[in-house]
């Protein structure tokens, strides 16, 4: 499977981001997706996922109530909105499919808020 991220950005503090995610390879509603982030200097974080049908959602404590994320299976996408960001959100956001009992990732987009 192939993911390519997209719609990355500089946003003030307190805007909103909408981040796409497009999978191609394989069939996409089979797997889970998700989300990871890594800032500068740390390691890569879980930030969200969904199932394959998009029935169940999960999400890290410190987006909770402030992204979502959703797909859509007829597109072969995934996608996270992310609203209220705060600069401590900045880092370069993976999307992440379930496969073979771990995450496989694509290339990376850049969020830097500015506070």
């Known amino acids: 499977v192939q993911l390519q991220a997209s719609g990355g950005g500089t946003v003030q503090a307190g805007g909103s981001l909408r981040l796409s995610c497009a999978a191609s390879g394989r069939t996409f509603s089979s797997y889970n997706m998700g989300w990871f982030r890594q800032a500068p200097g740390k390691e890569r974080t879980f930030v969200a996922q969904?199932?394959?049908?998009?029935?169940?959602?999960a999400y890290a404590d410190s987006v909770k109530g402030r992204f979502t994320i959703s797909r859509d299976n007829s597109k072969n996408t995934v996608n996270l909105q992310m609203n209220s960001l705060k600069f401590e959100d900045t880092a370069v956001y993976y999307c992440?499919?379930?496969?073979?009992?771990?995450?496989?990732w694509g290339l990376g987009t850049q969020v830097t808020v500015s506070s």
């Open positions: 969904i199932t394959s049908s998009g029935g169940s959602t």
């Open positions: 992440a499919a379930a496969l073979g009992g771990g995450w496989h």
